[in-house]
């Protein structure tokens, strides 16, 4: 198999990536990696190597299996994985697509593999902050308000609510001067 006949695009962007062609017999034609540096392998490494030369039995024989049924479903599908590298979690993001012939038939399997274990830890991180800035709005004694740029009421926490005696329902998505409005 030339390389040149398969055209694939891949962002370098990321601090992970590996892609490889297999055959059907799943062996590794062309392979190509920009990798962290504990888990980098020459290509010489891999070609012509199957999961069962480069991973142990449990985990080549799961790969094994998650590429016979890309094959057989004739569909590409995302894989997310957690797994311990040398002492810290990573999380890689698996693109596996079946490859075709001239005549439609399943010659191959490509796999792409990104490591999001950064986007990860980072949506992570806006999440908690969500929850600990949620957890200050709600618990604050204070009131508070946010409105947009249009003077609308965009929320309101309880102890404005309070404040002002009326509920968020009356206030939400209405002009600020609502808020000043008899009952």
């Known amino acids: 198999i030339e390389v040149d006949e398969y055209c694939v695009g891949i962002d370098l962007a990321e601090t992970y990536i590996h892609f490889e062609l297999f055959d059907l017999t799943l062996t590794s034609l062309v392979t190509?990696?920009?990798?962290?540096?504990e888990t980098q392998k020459k290509p010489e490494e891999i070609v012509s190597k199957g999961d069962l030369d480069l991973f142990p039995k449990d985990v080549a024989e799961k790969y094994r299996a998650d590429d016979q049924r890309v094959m057989s479903q004739r569909k590409s599908e995302k894989i997310?994985?957690?797994f311990g590298l040398k002492g810290r979690q990573r999380t890689i993001e698996?693109?596996?697509?079946?490859?075709?012939?001239?005549?439609?038939?399943?010659i191959g399997l490509m796999g792409i593999i990104h490591d999001v274990t950064e986007r990860k830890e980072a949506i992570e991180g806006m999440r908690k902050f969500e929850r600990e800035l949620r957890q200050v709005w709600e618990d604050s004694l204070?009131?508070?308000?946010?409105?947009?740029?249009e003077g609308t009421v965009v929320r309101v926490n309880s102890a404005f609510c309070r404040m002002v005696g009326k509920?968020?329902?009356e206030m939400v998505n209405k002009p600020f001067t609502a808020i000043y409005d008899s009952h």
């Open 94 to 106: 698996v693109v596996k697509s079946p490859v075709f012939g001239a005549g439609g038939e399943v």
């Open 167 to 169: 509920r968020a329902e």
């Open 32 to 37: 190509y990696q920009v990798d962290l540096p």
């Open 80 to 82: 997310e994985e957690t």
């Open 142 to 149: 204070d009131g508070m308000r946010i409105t947009d740029a």
